[in-house]
């Protein structure tokens, strides 16, 4: 590594791309159903007529930009626009709701910025030792990763455990139903062609969080959000202090994220989810998260803009790629004739250190541009009357469905999810934990069945699923999650018996 | 730089030459070109590998989509719904199209889908890590018979060429090993590198990209791959295998005789490009050229064997 490649990705051609990559990302992301993985692969045939490092620094730019911006619909509409984006909704929207919006606006990019930093350096000066972290990751440890993400579940749902397990547990039901990932038996489908495909996570995502606020926008007179009248812009001085006050937090969301964006299979949805769940098992008392925390905020968007550096690192280092995304930047770097794998970092060192430093750039651009984005995202949600509003994201939403893979039956699955989710919501039952099931399902029924075949095979099912020492740590975080609250709300209890 | 000039009018000459054939002229903008997994997949990195190639040679950009669900059907099921004008293609993976409607509806059969070129494969290969104990595939046999079920073998998904492949390796070889399926060759990959696994099914692509990281102990060809001359066919060690996953392309069953003429013309132009050759080859796959005009019987042949292998593995019924 030298500085020249950090002055090559610096031309002024290079800096006018990744605003522009920075730019298009946040739209793109910004809108429920078109994703980064979309918009990278129109983009690949440019990377064929341009300089490889800049098409590259473009593709990252996009990448970085459109995790950022899933934020600003998680935030204004309580509809993540990207999966990464979930858990920004839990306290997001309840700051938007209070009035907050543009604090909690600003306060994504910061914390996306950092993030996005994080994930950057650690790809920029570890990427070879992080890579083994991919590695040490077997089946059995993703299954309990991902029992680890639904024991979320249990403090998301607040005082509402066995709804919110039973939500979980219909999520689990949808994502086995289509064709299954490994055994490729149909499963559910009830011999329907419509459900052949599943249920989709982003069709999933819009239906259930964005049709029941829809709904509720035109079931209620309020205005959409509150809004305070002497409000002119976006309050960055409050965000900065904001943030500089969670600097641990910050920090070890945006680790948690550069972990688990190195694990391949796992992704921003998980990342945002661990990271939100630690932020909110370290919360001081005064803190509530699932109201409006922005602890909650930064947590989420620290990690899900980690995972970007994250998730590049075992791309480039073992050519497997995370996530849709890392995949469709591999292919570009394959037909530019580079070969990715241990040797990449000195064969084609150039074109890897000025992506890097590239991507760098682009999270560094992310800051002036988020906010001024965020700015305008922000009035005009919250100016914009609901006459207009309600029948723009209502076409949005379809049109995002359908633009996912050109399937009429994803759109008529997302409208059928989503009065769904109105109706239970009528009776307490969360979109979260149905969203969380339907992802993290898959991810435990593959890593379950495949540690099963191993551990029979080789006569060691409990050391398989007990011995390994990543497991055991996975296993010990999650039952501490589960127990914690527990022993704290009945300490708290013997405390107010004692004092009445 | 000098090699894309040299492209450029390379291109340039070829489109010169080709002035009074109509088969570019029809084209009227851009192609659609559907791939019905995620990216990052064998089926997406020739896709890709092929869209310069497409550009210069026709003068039209071909975009490539995902359009993942099913293990591909939700793509399969809708392509003759598509416009068949010539401006949508979509990729076709074997054994897939036969495997999957032989095991229940979903929505296609193999001959709905009008196939005009199978245009590569990636032969089988069994791949371990570059420490492992076995250095030969006698030794991968030598224990799988000491240990009946003890050797985990990686690959992707079930009822995939992977597990056909190890189904059928098992009776020739008289092993009894176990098949993990993973989602995809990158997952069943990291499993073997991370060791989750003793070994993997998988093919020879997995070779070129993961280069001195593994090593390959048979390779299913009729003959040595060029990329790998020291690694031997399972023919030449005595077990008559030699196949893969074969790649194709198909039009909407709409399009007419003379689209689907063009297309495959087209197809097999590329296919025939000496640099896209050599690409194809630096990255573990291994060509075909079955055009529109043969492909009926290459797919009679390939139903037959394909179907043969998942009713003796009783994948299907």
Redesign the interface.
């Known amino acids: 590594m030298d500085l020249s490649q950090f002055v090559a990705a610096l031309t002024p051609f290079n800096i006018a791309l990744a605003l522009f990559g920075v730019i298009a990302g946040t739209v793109v992301g910004s809108i429920p159903g078109l994703t980064a993985?979309?918009a990278l692969?129109?983009l690949?045939?440019v990377t064929?007529s341009m300089d490889p490092a800049s098409a590259l620094i473009l593709l990252g730019a996009i990448y970085t930009g459109a995790i950022y911006g899933g934020a600003y619909a998680a935030i204004l509409l309580n509809t993540p626009g990207t999966p990464s984006a979930i858990a920004t909704t839990f306290d997001g929207y309840p700051m938007a709701k209070r009035g907050d919006g543009d604090l909690a606006v600003a306060l994504a990019c910061f914390a996306s910025v950092f993030g996005g930093m994080v994930g950057a350096l650690a790809l920029l000066f570890l990427a070879p030792p992080l890579s083994k972290v991919?590695?040490?990751?077997?089946?059995v440890e993703y299954f309990w990763l991902s029992v680890f993400g639904l024991s979320l579940i249990a403090s998301l749902s607040n005082g509402n455990l066995m709804k919110g397990l039973a939500g979980g547990a219909f999520g689990m039901i949808l994502s086995t139903v289509?064709?299954a990932?490994?055994?490729?038996d149909?499963r559910l489908t009830f011999?329907s062609?419509t459900l052949?495909?599943?249920f989709?996570v982003v069709g999933a995502l819009i239906g259930l969080y964005c049709i029941p606020v829809l709904i509720d926008l035109v079931a209620v007179p309020d205005r959409h959000l509150k809004v305070e009248e002497n409000v002119k812009s976006v309050r960055i001085g409050d965000a900065f202090r904001l943030a500089l006050q969670s600097k641990f937090n910050l920090i070890r969301s945006s680790v948690i994220g550069t972990l688990v964006g190195i694990l391949?299979?796992a992704g921003g949805s998980v990342a945002g989810l661990v990271a939100y769940s630690e932020a909110k098992r370290t919360a001081k008392p005064h803190q509530k998260f699932g109201e409006g925390e922005p602890d909650g905020i930064m947590a989420t968007e620290s990690a899900n803009s980690a995972t970007v550096g994250g998730g590049f690192i075992?791309t480039l280092v073992?050519?497997?790629?995370g996530t849709?995304p890392?995949?469709?930047v591999?292919?570009?770097l394959?037909?530019q004739?580079v070969?990715?794998?241990?040797?990449m970092f000195t064969q084609s060192g150039s074109i890897v250190y000025t992506f890097i430093y590239g991507l760098l750039i682009a999270t560094i651009l992310m800051l002036p541009i988020g906010l001024l984005i965020g700015r305008y995202a922000y009035k005009s949600i919250v100016t914009i009357p609901k006459a207009v509003l309600v029948p723009t994201v209502g076409f949005m939403t379809i049109i995002g469905t359908f633009s996912i893979?050109?399937?009429v039956?994803d759109v008529i699955i997302m409208l059928c999810l989503g009065v769904f989710g109105w109706v239970v919501a009528r009776f307490g039952f969360a979109a979260s934990p149905i969203v969380l099931g339907l992802i993290l399902g898959p991810i435990a029924e593959?890593g379950f069945?495949?540690g099963w075949?191993?551990g029979?095979?080789?006569?060691n099912l409990f050391g398989m699923f007990f011995g390994r020492p990543i497991s055991q740590a996975i296993l010990a975080f999650t039952l501490v999650t589960l127990i914690l609250p527990v022993i704290l709300a009945r300490k708290s209890k013997d405390r107010m018996g004692a004092e009445s | 730089m000098l090699k894309r000039h040299f492209l450029q009018c390379a291109a340039a000459i070829a489109i010169f030459a080709n002035v009074g054939i109509a088969s570019a002229a029809e084209l009227k903008g851009p192609v659609s070109y559907v791939i019905p997994f995620?990216?990052?997949?064998e089926s997406?990195?020739s896709a890709?590998?092929q869209?310069?190639f497409f550009?210069e040679k026709f003068g039209k950009?071909?975009?490539?989509?995902?359009?993942?669900?099913?293990?591909g059907?939700?793509?399969w099921?809708?392509l003759n719904g598509l416009n068949g004008d010539g401006h949508t293609i979509m990729g076709v993976n074997l054994p897939h199209i036969i495997i999957?409607p032989a095991?229940?509806?979903?929505?296609f059969t193999t001959a709905d889908l009008n196939t005009f070129y199978m245009f590569h494969y990636t032969p089988d290969a069994i791949v371990v890590t570059a420490d492992s104990p076995y250095k030969t595939l006698a030794d991968l046999v030598a224990d799988a018979k000491a240990n009946p079920?003890?050797?985990?073998m990686s690959g992707s998904?079930?009822?995939?060429a992977n597990h056909l492949a190890q189904i059928k390796f098992d009776k020739m070889a008289g092993t009894l090993t176990?098949y993990?399926?993973?989602?995809g060759t990158?997952?069943a990959?990291?499993?073997l590198?991370?060791?989750?696994?003793k070994a993997e099914w998988g093919y020879t692509t997995v070779g070129a990209?993961?280069?001195?990281?593994v090593r390959m102990l048979a390779v299913a060809m009729d003959e040595r791959h060029p990329l790998f001359p020291d690694v031997p066919t399972f023919k030449e060690l005595g077990y008559d295998m030699s196949g893969g996953a074969y790649r194709g392309i198909a039009l909407p069953n709409t399009a007419s005789a003379e689209t689907t003429k063009m297309w495959s013309d087209m197809i097999g132009e590329i296919n025939n490009d000496a640099d896209f050759r050599k690409?194809m080859l630096d990255?573990g796959f291994a060509m075909l050229d079955v055009s529109a005009e043969d492909m009926d019987a290459f797919m009679a042949e390939r139903v037959e064997e394909y179907l043969n292998d998942a009713r003796e593995a009783g994948l299907i019924k």
Not at chain 2, 180 to 183: G, R, Y
Not at chain 2, 193 to 197: F, H, Y
């Open positions: 993985t979309m692969a129109v690949v045939p064929f991919a590695l040490a990751f077997g089946p289509g064709v990932e490994i055994s490729a149909i011999g062609q052949i495909g599943g989709g391949p299979g075992p073992l050519g497997i790629p849709p890392d995949a469709i591999l292919g570009a394959l037909v004739g070969r990715t794998g241990p040797a893979r050109n399937s039956s593959q069945v495949q075949t191993i029979a095979a080789t006569h | 995620g990216p990052g997949g997406d990195i890709r590998f869209q310069p550009k950009d071909l975009v490539i989509s995902y359009q993942p669900g099913g293990g059907a939700v793509g099921a809708s999957k095991q229940k509806d979903v929505g079920g003890e050797v985990t998904g079930k009822a995939s176990t993990v399926p993973f989602k990158g997952a990959v990291t499993a590198l991370g060791k989750q696994t990209k993961q280069g001195d990281a690409q990255g």
